[in-house]
């Protein structure tokens, strides 16, 4: 089983919004919870500070950060028109554009914001973890919808859902 360690952060200009206030906490949920990526062959243990962070390799530590695009896009801006979260897997870091994890710009996915939050974790995690995206031509609604296709911007005929299933597992 791989351990990855992971470090939750919000950008300081967000720190007087109450809304982000929630967000360690929600990251801290999905990743410890049995249906998520824990499920899977992973294992994640939260890192308080920077500081904890200086006793673990690099190699196996993630940054999930909550970012507000206005700032986010200056280092992603090929990324800008779609207002999509980021994954940088070489340097096992995620940007979440903190309007749409405060469901302030809509999305496809057919789900309600908490799990929208859900989903949004399990995938940009899915990409450090190695996982890229899936693009299935026949989806049904009887099957649920696998995490790493880009729900943000669709689910065809699938079966809203925010975790992994065994289409992601491959
Ligand atoms: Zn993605």
């Not at 006793?55 to 090929?78: F, G, T």
Request: hydrophobic residues 35%.
């Amino acid at each position: 089983m791989k351990v990855w360690f992971y470090l939750p952060l919000v950008h300081s200009s967000l720190l007087d919004n109450p809304r982000c206030y929630e967000f360690a906490t929600k990251v801290r949920n999905v990743l410890k919870d049995k249906r998520g990526w824990s499920n899977h062959g992973y294992a994640f243990v939260e890192l308080r500070s920077k500081d904890d962070a200086r006793l673990v390799s690099n190699n196996d530590i993630m940054l999930l950060k909550l970012v507000p695009p206005s700032i986010m896009y200056d280092a992603y801006p090929q990324f800008k028109d779609e207002q999509l979260s980021v994954a940088n897997v070489a340097a096992h870091t995620v940007d979440f554009n903190s309007d749409r994890w405060f469901g302030d710009i809509g999305n496809k996915s057919g789900l309600p914001l908490f799990d929208y939050q859900t989903y949004l974790v399990n995938h940009e995690v899915g990409h450090i973890l190695g996982k890229g995206h899936l693009n299935p031509s026949n989806s049904l609604p009887s099957v649920p919808t696998p995490v790493m296709i880009q729900q943000t911007k669709g689910i065809g005929d699938f079966m809203p859902n925010p975790w992994p299933t065994d289409l992601d597992s491959k």
